[in-house]
């Protein structure tokens, strides 16, 4: 931790704005090469437009590359997980897939995955990365763990449990006091399985059914034929 001079990298979507600072920051990184490694995603966006802003996790057991055929993803000495090395990336997308997190993305154009990097170039000579000097509400803060526990009522954790499963990362999620670990239970972004189930009978815990529908709809399922059909 040495090379960061005791900073760390805290992520509060909670205060997001939905400015698009950070993505026009992240192109002008010494060495993205005017590509921009974050991205905004919407939270529920059929009822809102409330964002968030994907970054790297820089998980300690890598899972994009750990599911590389090519060997192109590597991790250095202080945790920081880079981009597929252009030389041996092959574009399968299985990190795209893999990923727990959903932030790798494939670069069609250059047949190549590339994604946040916490903007080593910097960070590593002890300068902020380029989207958390941007960010006027405070959604990504690069500092001292001290700033956050003296001036946040978030709890900072990075820890995340995937079912089983636990991931731990170098960037730190900022949620509820109490939280040690952040749960993801995937089943319940999943379609049913069972052909008497109509997945419009049950919503959400915490969403509208307006937001239930929504994920139904992009799983390939209508109110209609509930999956019984090969219209799909």
Known sequence: MSAFNGNEFFLDPSRCIGCQACVQACAECGTHRGQ???????????????????????????TC???CPADAIKQDDHGIVYSAAKP??????????????GVPKMKVDLDLMMKCD???????????????????????????REYIENHRREQPVNEFQFGRQTVRTKVNMMTAPEMKALPFEVLDFLPWEGADFDPFELSRAGAPDAAS????????????????????
């Open 36 to 62: 921009s490694m974050i991205h905004l995603e919407y939270v529920d966006r059929p009822t809102g437009v409330q964002t968030a802003p994907v970054v790297c996790m820089h998980c300690e057991d890598p």
């Open 65 to 67: 590359a750990r599911v």
């Open 88 to 101: 041996r990336c092959v574009a399968c997308s299985n990190c795209v897939i893999a990923c727990p997190f």
């Open 118 to 144: 916490m903007c080593y170039d910097r960070t590593s000579v002890g300068k902020k990365p380029m989207c958390a000097t941007v960010c006027p509400s405070g959604a990504l803060y690069y500092g001292p």
């Open 213 to 232: 529908a929504a994920v139904w709809d992009e799983a390939g399922f209508s109110a209609r034929c509930a999956g019984n059909c090969t219209c799909h």
